[in-house]
């Protein structure tokens, strides 16, 4: 005949036989938990790391693409006076040969 494990009072502590798993079960658990817990604040700092460093290009992006577009700006008005000044050049050539080319009209005989 088998018997079962004793069952013996100490105090308040009871015997039983898989009181030591369940211990180790317990213990298992709270090794993962915490270490759950601190896989998961060390990717949350991993994130905030990368969250900083993605706006602070973004923000560096967005000066360059500010100064570049002032550039570029300043570049259409140069060229707009340019342009303005070329135009004036050719009107005042072209009004000169048409002066030279167009004999003087004569004023209308009736």
């Known amino acids: 005949m088998v018997s079962s494990p004793p069952m ?3 105090d308040h502590n009871y015997y ?3 009181h030591q798993m369940v211990d180790h079960s317990y213990a298992y658990r ?3 938990e915490e270490n759950k817990k601190w896989r998961n604040t060390a990717a949350s700092a991993r994130f905030h790391v990368k969250k900083k ?3 602070q290009a973004l923000e560096k992006t967005s000066k360059d693409m500010t100064v570049k577009a002032d550039m570029l700006e300043n570049k ?3 060229l707009e006076k340019e342009i303005k000044w070329l135009r004036s050049l050719i009107i005042e ?3 000169r040969l048409l ?3 167009r ?3 004569q004023p209308d005989q009736d």
């Open 76 to 78: 259409v008005r140069e």
């Open 103 to 105: 004999p003087k009209e």
């Open 53 to 55: 460093l993605r706006e």
């Open 99 to 101: 002066d030279i080319e």
């Open 16 to 18: 039983h036989p898989y």
């Open 30 to 32: 709270l090794i993962a």
């Open 93 to 95: 050539k072209d009004a």
């Open 8 to 10: 013996m009072m100490n």
